[in-house]
């Protein structure tokens, strides 16, 4: 922090820095993350109109502040530009404040639920707070990654199909269909309306067939890599039970549960 001064020195202390200050403050940051997700997966679906403008005015400015105080912080301002969830956060800040200016369309609620992005930020900061998170990291990262994707996909149907869908007419509806399709179950009662809804559907079953099933796998059956850095050459990713790193064959240490 030597090269910082004044307001970026204070704010790289609050988001960078340790003690009671900072943590308090990335906490706070946190449960606001958490809170805006599940406001994000509720509120814009729940009906056609904006029925919380100041409170989403509220939120876009506060996403907005912490967006442009984390620009100013980062010394490298290209690599910050090109983070998706840097993009994910604009994109919900131009959406609060775009029914200032123009008709809140269903596209825009379509854009904030790309909050849920932000679950990925949400889930290493609460990796530094919890020690289960962070004995659990890969599986926990495998569940944040499937529920992410299915959030997604069935915030695209909701938007392509209300209105013009008598079977979806909330997000639920939505939800309900796009993991019926994933799943390959298709029980039919929901069908997708017009080409567009058609050529959806058929990318939803695709994806279900292998992405999906992918991520489920995974779950089901771990049998992930562990994280221990190799002191030899470096290599940080091993098998749970390895004795030797796989690239330079130096003896490794890895520590196991054991039997019992």
């Not at 994806?207 to 796998?217: C, D, H, K």
């Amino acid at each position: 922090m030597s090269d910082r001064k004044g307001l970026n020195r204070h704010l790289f202390w609050l988001y960078e820095g340790h003690g009671r200050g900072p943590y308090v403050f990335r906490l706070g940051l946190l449960v606001f993350d958490v809170v805006t997700i599940a406001y994000f997966l509720w509120a814009p679906f729940q009906g056609r109109g904006n029925a919380h403008p100041m409170l989403d005015y509220v939120i876009g400015a506060i996403i907005a502040v912490d967006l442009l105080a984390r620009f100013y912080i980062d010394k490298s301002k290209l690599a910050f530009a090109g983070k998706i969830v840097n993009w994910a956060d604009a994109i919900v800040v131009f959406t609060m404040f775009a029914p200032l200016f123009t008709q809140n369309f269903a596209f825009l609620r379509l854009l904030r639920a790309v909050r849920i992005i932000r679950a990925f930020t949400v889930l290493r900061r609460m990796k530094t707070f919890s020690a289960y998170l962070k004995a659990h990291e890969q599986i926990v990262d495998r569940i944040t990654n499937l529920a992410v994707f299915v959030f997604m996909m069935a915030a695209f149907v909701y938007v392509a199909q209300v209105g013009v869908n008598d079977g979806i007419n909330n997000y639920v509806d939505a939800l309900y269909f796009t993991v019926t399709s994933l799943t390959t179950t298709g029980y039919g009662d929901i069908l997708m309306e017009g080409v567009w809804g058609r050529l959806l559907a058929v990318v939803i079953m695709v994806l279900g067939l292998t992405l999906f099933l992918r991520l489920l796998r995974a779950i089901a059956i771990p049998g992930g890599k562990v994280e221990v850095e190799c002191e030899t050459c470096g290599l940080s990713r091993h098998e749970p039970d390895a004795v030797h790193c796989k690239h330079c064959g130096s003896v490794m240490h890895i520590d196991t549960q054991g039997r019992s």
